[in-house]
């Protein structure tokens, strides 16, 4: 039997149409997670954009990376409009994930 993968690119935002971030995972909420305390050092944890705002999942690992790489590419605007034909009101889609872990 064939085991059935999941790959997600996203994209988190400091704050309302604050600094974006697009990645790619495996483990949408692992690497949310990751984010949010700022466990590795870079650009997302310098800039604290660690709100998920927007994910396409996918099961071919080819065409995840495909995509992220081609959004890395887009103008800002569009990346603005891509989240906000999804996600309008700019809701923490990972919100709800940590907040028992983070005594929230």
Same mark, same amino acid.
């Given at each position: 039997m064939k085991t059935i993968h999941q790959y997600y690119v996203y994209i988190l935002?400091?704050?309302?149409?604050?600094?974006?971030?697009i990645g790619i995972t495996n483990d949408l909420q692992?690497?949310?997670?990751e984010h949010k305390i700022g466990i590795k050092k870079g650009f997302a944890q310098k800039y604290?954009?660690?709100?998920?705002?927007?994910f396409e999942a996918f099961q071919n690992i080819? #065409?995840?990376? !495909?995509?992220?790489? *081609? +959004?890395?590419k887009?103008?800002?605007d569009w990346k603005i409009r891509l989240?906000? #034909?999804?996600? !309008?009101?700019?809701? *923490? +889609?990972?919100?709800?994930?940590f907040d028992n872990i983070l005594g929230v």
């Open positions: 935002a400091s704050k309302i149409r604050g600094t974006l971030y692992r690497r949310a997670y604290g954009v660690n709100r998920l705002m927007y080819n #065409e995840a990376i !495909k995509r992220e790489k *081609n +959004l890395k887009w103008k800002r989240i906000e #034909e999804e996600n !309008k009101k700019w809701v *923490n +889609l990972s919100q709800d994930w």
